[in-house]
T-cell receptor
Framework: GNSVTQMEGPVTLSEEAFLTINCTYT??????LFWYVQYPGEGLQLLLKATKADDKGSNKGFEATYRKETTSFHLEKGSVQVSDSAVYFC?????????????????FGGGTRVLVKP | EAGVAQSPRYKIIEKRQSVAFWCNPISGHATLYWYQQILGQGPKLLIQ????????DSQLPKDRFSAERLKGVDSTLKIQPAKLEDSAVYLC????????????FGSGTQLSVL
């Protein structure tokens, strides 16, 4: 079955530091890949996504590239802010044909807590 | 547009008691999901509905968990009887019909079983 493995946290950084969160996956077919973020006291929110190999998703200064050859989708940000403190989840979806038939079903990694200090 | 609504926000019960959670998805969203998020772990899918039909309940512990979505809109998840290991945040999410990949999540119900 599908699975997602991401680096364990917590990751503690100073403001303006570079952030990388590693994510690798195992899946059948051609899944889409996602990063979701959970800010303190809030629900999960989609941060970015990529739907095919070599696609780059980006949002709010975060980027991740769909690497099929290494089955990876690492999240990066060049200069983090205190407001980026949150838990980040890597996730993958079913193959697109499955999604069209019956909606999406996400498989999540365990989450990585990021704490940015001023 | 209004987001996914869940209630209650918190619930504390003793083991062997029963509990129910309610979810109202975004208007017009055909697909509804219940996820269980144990502390320190990623969310795990419990059940997925398409309108009022069950698409996937393979990870739902059916001896104690049940869920329904009678009119294809709001949904209820029940646990009876609860065990200590059911302590978790229960997340509801919804998405549009027809392959829209974005899931919208509610804030969740935090359950503590003592």
């Amino acid at each position: 079955g599908n699975s997602v493995t991401q680096m364990e946290g917590p990751v503690t950084l100073s403001e303006e530091a570079f952030l990388t969160i590693n994510c690798t996956y195992t899946a059948t077919g051609y899944p889409s890949l996602f990063w979701y973020v959970q800010y303190p006291g809030e629900g999960l929110q989609l941060l970015l996504k990529a739907t095919k190999a070599d696609d780059k998703g980006s949002n709010k200064g975060f980027e991740a590239t769909y690497r099929k050859e290494t089955t990876s989708f690492h999240l990066e940000k060049g200069s983090v802010q205190v407001s980026d403190s949150a838990v980040y989840f890597c996730a993958l979806s079913e193959d697109l044909q499955m999604i069209k038939a019956a909606g999406n079903k996400l498989t999540f990694g365990g989450g990585t807590r990021v704490l940015v200090k001023p | 547009e209004a987001g996914v609504a869940q209630s209650p926000r918190y619930k504390i019960i003793e083991k062997r008691q029963s509990v129910a959670f309610w979810c109202n998805p975004i208007s017009g969203h055909a697909t509804l999901y219940w996820y269980q998020q144990i502390l320190g772990q990623g969310p795990k899918l419990l059940i997925q509905f398409q309108n009022n039909g069950v698409v996937d309940d393979s990870q739902l512990p059916k001896d104690r968990f049940s869920a329904e979505r009678l009119k294809g809109v709001d949904s209820t998840l029940k646990i009876q009887p609860a065990k200590l290991e059911d302590s978790a945040v229960y997340l509801c999410a919804s998405s549009r019909r027809g392959g829209d990949e974005k899931l919208f999540f509610g804030s969740g119900t935090q359950l503590s079983v003592l």
